[in-house]
């Protein structure tokens, strides 16, 4: 009987990193087209200014010309809109800005600043002037409005052009008026929101104050008999004077139905604001919606994350996994064909 060699390990290894390598050129190649595809990024930045933002004092009846310089640090051109836009609190505080198509307010109305859709060419830098006049009647305090530029037409996924950005950028005015500065907080009322199967509780709050605040909130909740359910510290960001949002509390679990009371206080240190406690009723009926992600209304966005194109990361990865599984199906493969082999013979 003629007895056949046992598989050559080292070839069979060769076989197994071959059909790897081959799996990681076969998911790599795509990549090499990637690097050279066509961008567009757009930006918007203040002239003159020692921050991302134009930060002013100016007395009622002053004028003042601003200048902005928009830019598409892309490689192709790119259809683009600028215009003045209203700012918001977003939930927790921060910055949001107006969409295009909705009325411009307070200080925007004192921005002479018009709408415009404009081309901006691959490594185009273009500066633009606008003025501000504060009315004559304006009172003291802050004041904030911003300038948005975005896309037109967002360009497709599925056109070759890869988005290198959020899709707005916006830089915000703000211009103080001298005189007396007033810290303010109305506390509102509680509400409850489910997402993701937890329970999220939220307070309405309104700075009707003139200056921006970054409050500290203390939140406690306790159930019908007293007992606390939950307790947290909130950290506020930016909570712009005039402007009403929320503060969104979510919670480890979902809350059972039954009446509850949301402990509620509010104070900021820096800017003087003595702190304001609520005891605030809070009745959970197991039938909320889900929670918000926006500021004071639906339809009002933050920062949009910029899009790319090709498949997804999700998608590549599962392909890597299918060829190096494929991979070790032909090294498995091949120790099954030169076992029988060596029992037939």
């Known amino acids: 009987m003629v007895r056949q060699r046992p598989p050559d390990r080292h070839a069979c290894a060769r076989l197994a990193i071959g059909s790897i390598l081959g799996a990681v050129l076969l998911v790599g190649a795509p990549f090499s087209t990637f690097a050279s595809t066509p961008t567009t990024k757009l930006g918007l930045s203040a002239v003159a200014q020692p921050g991302s933002f134009f930060d002013l004092t100016m007395d009622p009846g002053q004028h003042k010309t601003l200048e902005l310089i928009l830019s598409n640090d892309g490689t192709v051109s790119v259809a683009a809109r600028t215009y003045a836009a209203d700012v918001y609190t977003i939930v927790n505080g921060g910055f949001g800005g107006r969409l295009r198509d909705e009325p411009q307010t307070g200080m925007t109305s004192w921005v002479d600043y018009p709408s415009e859709a404009l081309h901006i060419a691959a490594g185009e830098r273009t500066r633009r002037s606008f003025d501000?006049?504060?009315?004559?009647?304006a009172g003291p305090g802050e004041y904030i409005t911003s300038v948005v530029l975005e896309y037109d037409v967002l360009p497709q996924v599925g056109a070759g052009v890869e988005v290198d950005q959020v899709v707005r950028q916006a830089v915000a005015v703000v211009v103080t008026v001298p005189g007396a500065r007033v810290p303010a907080i109305d506390i509102g009322a509680a509400s409850h929101q489910v997402a993701a199967g937890k329970s999220i509780v939220s307070?309405?709050?309104?700075?009707?104050?003139?200056?921006?605040?970054?409050p500290l909130i203390?939140?406690?909740?306790?159930?019908?008999?007293?007992?606390t359910v939950s307790h947290a510290s909130v950290?506020?960001?930016?909570?712009?004077?005039r402007t009403a949002t929320t503060v969104e509390v979510p919670l480890a679990a979902l809350l059972l139905p039954g009446r509850y009371t949301v402990g509620f206080s509010v104070g900021d240190t820096t800017q003087k604001l003595a702190v304001r406690e609520a005891s605030i009723p809070l009745?959970?009926?197991?039938?909320a919606g889900t929670g918000s992600d926006v500021g004071?209304?639906?339809?009002?966005?933050d920062v949009i994350q910029g899009l790319g194109t090709g498949m997804s990361g999700v998608i590549w990865a599962a392909l890597i996994c299918a060829v190096l599984a494929l991979g070790l199906l032909v090294v498995g493969g091949a120790f099954a064909v030169r076992r029988r082999r060596s029992r037939s013979v």
């Open 283 to 287: 009745v959970v009926d197991g039938l």
């Open 235 to 241: 950290a506020m960001d930016s909570f712009y004077a």
């Open 296 to 301: 004071e209304s639906a339809g009002l966005t």
């Open 203 to 214: 307070v309405a709050v309104r700075n009707t104050g003139n200056i921006r605040l970054k």
């Open 132 to 137: 501000v006049e504060v009315p004559g009647d």
């Open 218 to 227: 203390d939140f406690t909740l306790t159930d019908a008999g007293g007992a």
